[in-house]
């Protein structure tokens, strides 16, 4: 008579059954913790995003926003603000000690949790640019200009509601709007530009009208932006607007900037024409810019 118990092969089958067991219950188990940590992670991240966000808008005069900008706040800052819990974690650990890289690109935020020696921000430097030219949109009609024949419309412009119309018919007649500039270092870098819709003939704008610059503004169905970078041989000069002789023209000027760019960012460190071109915009007065 067999005596009762396992066979060998007996006992084999149930500690393979036994180890299948485990080894599913584990990776059930590691599912579940791993699932529970990316939602945690995921809860983490949107409160993060939102104290980010929030931050930027209390601080908006300190932030430029601006496709490729890169800031780095820090995690304890955020929560020194109240905008963020202290305990918040992260793959689970604490992250107080951390910074968000957030970059912006195509009118979006990306975040990224990062340490602080290692995250870098984007190389810009907070500007003010002061427009040496007053009323350079004629918004004011012809206050500040002197010239002749001067005629403010009412229904062309390039910003704002008004622009300078000219329409000079003496070829042996100049027609010039004038304003002064002042407070200018000979060698100073200058910028200058505006907007000009020229329907015949070519308009000019002078800086410095003893052996100074000229950019002609030539025929053109919209308003088109020229400009230029100019080298100051005074320490103040003209600014004039209009045509010459043998010179016949017709047509609008409007958004009129000067600023000295030597000033404005220092010696050796002047924007380049095309850099103004893409981040200047008219403005009257003196307004921020990041570079």
Request: glycine content about 6%; some cysteine.
């Amino acid at each position: 008579m067999r005596e009762k118990g396992f066979t060998l092969i007996e006992l084999v089958c149930v500690i393979l059954l036994l180890a299948i067991i485990i080894s599913l219950s584990t990776i059930a188990i590691v599912n579940v913790v791993q699932n529970s940590k990316e939602r945690e992670n995921k809860a983490s991240m949107e409160l993060i995003k939102t104290a980010v966000n929030d931050y930027i808008d209390k601080y908006e005069n300190d932030f430029h926003i601006e496709n490729g900008v890169t800031y780095c706040i820090d995690v304890q800052d955020l929560i020194d603000e109240n905008l963020l819990i202290s305990n918040i974690s992260y793959d689970g650990e604490k992250i107080n000690e951390k910074t968000v890289k957030t970059e912006y690109n195509n009118n979006n935020y990306s975040y990224k949790l990062d340490d602080k020696e290692t995250c870098m921000i984007s190389e810009t430097k907070k500007y003010e640019i002061t427009n040496l030219v007053s009323n350079g949109s004629f918004e004011n009609g012809t206050t500040d200009w002197s010239g002749d024949v001067m005629t403010i419309s009412d229904d062309t412009s390039s910003s704002g509601t008004k622009s300078l119309y000219i329409k000079d018919i003496d070829e042996n007649h100049n027609f010039w709007y004038t304003q002064t500039i002042n407070n200018i270092s000979v060698g100073d870098k200058i910028y200058y530009t505006l907007k000009s819709k020229v329907l015949n003939g070519r308009f000019n704008i002078i800086l410095d009208d003893d052996n100074g610059t000229s950019l002609p503004a030539r025929e053109s169905s919209e308003f088109v932006k020229i400009s230029s970078i100019y080298s100051s041989k005074h320490d103040t000069f003209n600014v004039q607007v209009g045509s010459s002789y043998a010179v016949i023209g017709e047509g609008y000027i409007d958004d009129v900037i000067i600023i000295n760019l030597t000033e404005t960012f220092g010696a050796g460190n002047e924007p380049s024409k095309d850099w103004c071109d893409e981040h200047i915009n008219y403005f009257d007065g003196t307004t921020v810019i990041y570079k």
